[in-house]
């Protein structure tokens, strides 16, 4: 069963511009203007989607000079997809035993 906190986490990673950022920063650490570029997003619009990310706990912050990069953390990735590693061998578990009775 998943968490609240992971409920949160995949809401937050549907959003597509979201999804995308994340997904860049899994490559490099970037700073919003070198997302914007990437992105073709507005800053403003920018700015509150990384505000949601960090909130969430999914990017860290480092400040450098006047620009602000932005940086995935891994653990939080790997522990939502570990708890949908559960729910499928989980499943794999029910389907064997579902195989193995007879039809009602």
């Known amino acids: 069963?998943?968490?609240?906190?992971?409920?949160?986490?995949?809401?937050?990673?549907?959003?597509p511009l979201r999804l995308k950022i994340v997904t860049l920063l899994a490559h490099e650490t970037l700073c919003t203007t070198h997302l914007v570029e990437e992105t073709g997003a507005r800053q403003t619009n920018l700015s509150n989607h990384l505000r949601v990310l960090r909130e969430a706990g999914v990017v860290d912050t480092e400040p450098c000079g006047?620009?602000?990069?932005?940086?995935?953390?891994?653990?939080?990735?790997?522990?939502?997809?570990?708890?949908?590693?559960?729910?499928?061998?989980?499943?794999?578990?029910?389907?064997?035993?579902?195989?193995?009775?007879?039809?009602?």
């Open 1 to 15: 069963m998943l968490t609240s906190v992971e409920a949160e986490l995949i809401r937050v990673l549907a959003d």
């Open 66 to 104: 006047r620009y602000t990069y932005y940086r995935l953390r891994p653990d939080v990735i790997e522990a939502l997809a570990g708890s949908f590693a559960e729910l499928a061998a989980t499943a794999r578990t029910t389907i064997a035993a579902d195989t193995k009775r007879a039809c009602p």
